[in-house]
């Protein structure tokens, strides 16, 4: 598991490890860091010797994080040039480091560039690029060829504590972060812009304190979470999951959250609906019912998935509410609960409860859109309910009542198909069937969700039913290699 955390924390970290240091020592270490991280990078195009590196620098420590690095690149023959926003307040002492070791200040854009790094903001700036920073941001946008471009622990006017791009951003190849995780390069479309995130340890770690602001889980962590069936197992035992989805104007989404269920870890799936008449022909060992009133026991239920928003649907609805199991909520499910007596259901439930909106659904539930902070979106909407909410997107975030949060590091822009959210409810289900606390069957289940996703994408356009079909090879990859952040290096 990674953790992710907010400025202040990291400020305070930094401020307790610098008061047992040598001064200058934390921007030796960073800067060592991105250096290593930009010769990888130089070795990669062709070789680090005579290569052009150009430091787009700021005022304040971010900005002497880039000119220490990059006089120790022009220590290795590197041409190391730099563009400052503002030269009165630029770090005096990287300044004299860099022309010490035979690096300059340019006044423009230099003919060739092998290599851009993004010293222009770091984690202490707020709002949008503005004057000379944004200028430049906007001329390296404009370079082409395009050189690789490497960030100094966030790319520049992202927002630092949300994930928000609030303006003209510099779009990263690689962000060199120190010491620990923010959530803008995990979280929301400066994820994006922070492209590869590599993590260099500087020593803060042991200086962190409180809560991080977000969790990430990886493939180790969801292996050691996913339930495995032993030698007194039986279909009952492993968990029996009802799953109340489809219609007859969408018995689609019957099959595609049945497919989910079956592909994850629960013993029996039974079925409650309107299209139970085609379930069994396509998925022989699902037991079908035409309402839940008829499905029998089971240890979870899912419902919503093409349910509809009629009379028969709130009523399928009310007595999925009224088990005293988890319960997961989606698509239709969450637009019924918009109806105030369906909501004050929800709010009095006792069982665990996962919503799972989309922004739209997110809106309708809430009365606003989730906006640029969608981690405290998910969390507002997580402790009204009283439930479990998995805000779905490109990095899906999963928020627990008690502010608790996770983001999803395996969401790929191939699941925004129809069909897909489907079997995904299926799959959190049959999890939630299995007997994992419902955080975690979410945070598992957008984790495999989102391989899945990937592995169907290598074979070109993708469908839902082509999700459905790499679930479980996605289940079989959990003891591969991680998905997500680049490992540590040493300092």
Not at 434 to 445: E, F, N, S, T, Y
């Given at each position: 598991m990674r953790s992710v955390y907010r400025v202040a924390q990291v400020r305070a970290a930094e401020s307790a490890l610098m008061a047992t240091l040598p001064a200058g020592t934390l921007m030796q270490r960073a800067a060592a860091g991105l250096a290593r991280r930009c010769a990888v990078t130089l070795r990669d195009q062709g070789g680090v010797y005579a290569s052009r590196v150009v430091l787009l620098v700021g005022p304040g420590d971010n900005g002497g994080d880039a000119l220490h690095a990059g006089a120790m690149l022009a220590r290795q023959g590197v041409q190391v040039g730099a563009l400052l926003s503002d030269p009165k307040r630029a770090h005096a002492e990287g300044l004299a480091a860099l022309r010490a070791a035979g690096g300059r200040v340019l006044a423009d854009w230099p003919g060739r560039v092998d290599l851009v790094v993004d010293g222009l903001l770091g984690i202490g700036a707020t709002g949008a690029l503005r004057g000379t920073a944004l200028t430049l941001a906007e001329q390296l946008g404009g370079l082409s060829p395009r050189p690789p471009v490497i960030a100094v622990d966030v790319p520049s006017g992202v927002g630092v504590d949300t994930g928000d791009v609030p303006g003209t951003a510099v779009r990263a190849d690689v962000t060199v972060a120190?010491?620990?995780?923010?959530?803008?390069?995990?979280?929301?479309?400066?994820?994006?812009?922070?492209?590869?995130?590599?993590?260099?340890?500087?020593?803060?770690?042991?200086?962190?304190?409180?809560?991080?602001?977000?969790?990430?889980?990886?493939?180790?962590d969801i292996a050691a979470w996913w339930p495995q069936p032993g030698p007194d197992s039986d279909k009952y035992t492993r968990g029996v999951v009802g799953v109340a989805t489809g219609s007859a104007g969408y018995p689609g989404a019957a099959l595609l959250s049945l497919s989910g269920a079956l592909a994850g870890p629960a013993g029996l799936v039974r079925y409650a609906g309107s299209a139970h008449e085609l379930v069994v022909p396509a998925h022989p060992s699902v037991i079908a019912a035409p309402r839940v009133a008829d499905a029998g026991r089971v240890q979870a239920?899912?419902?919503?998935?093409?349910?509809?928003?009629?009379?028969?649907?709130?009523?399928?609805?009310?007595?999925?509410?009224?088990?005293?199991?988890?319960?997961?909520?989606?698509?239709?499910?969450?637009?019924?609960?918009?109806?105030?007596?369906?909501?004050?259901?929800?709010?009095?439930?006792?069982?665990?409860?996962?919503?799972?909106?989309?922004?739209?659904?997110?809106?309708?539930?809430?009365?606003?859109?989730?906006?640029?902070d969608r981690v405290a979106a998910a969390q507002k909407l997580a402790a009204w309910t009283r439930s479990v909410v998995l805000l779905k997107g490109d990095r899906t975030v999963v928020a627990g009542p008690s502010g608790e949060a996770w983001v999803n590091p395996t969401g790929t822009p191939a699941l925004a198909t129809g069909g897909t959210g489907d079997v995904l409810s299926g799959l959190?289900?049959?999890?939630?069937?299995?007997?994992?606390?419902?955080?975690?069957?979410?945070?598992?289940?957008?984790y495999v969700h989102g391989l899945a996703g990937r592995l169907a994408a290598d074979s070109g356009p993708v469908t839902a039913a082509d999700v459905a079909a790499a679930l479980r090879p996605a289940v079989a990859s959990l003891t591969k290699t991680p998905v997500g952040i680049a490992p540590v290096r040493p300092r």
């Open positions: 120190f010491g620990c995780l923010k959530p803008a390069h995990v979280v929301g479309p400066a994820a994006v812009l922070a492209g590869q995130v590599e993590l260099v340890d500087i020593g803060i770690t042991p200086w962190l304190h409180g809560d991080p602001a977000l969790r990430i889980a990886d493939t180790a239920w899912v419902c919503g998935s093409g349910l509809g928003t009629d009379e028969r649907a709130a009523g399928e609805l009310r007595a999925v509410l009224a088990a005293p199991v988890p319960v997961l909520l989606d698509a239709d499910a969450v637009t019924l609960l918009v109806d105030g007596s369906m909501s004050g259901e929800l709010r009095r439930r006792d069982a665990p409860t996962v919503l799972t909106p989309h922004d739209r659904e997110y809106a309708r539930l809430a009365g606003e859109q989730p906006g640029p959190l289900g049959s999890l939630l069937a299995g007997g994992l606390p419902a955080i975690r069957a979410a945070v598992a289940a957008a």
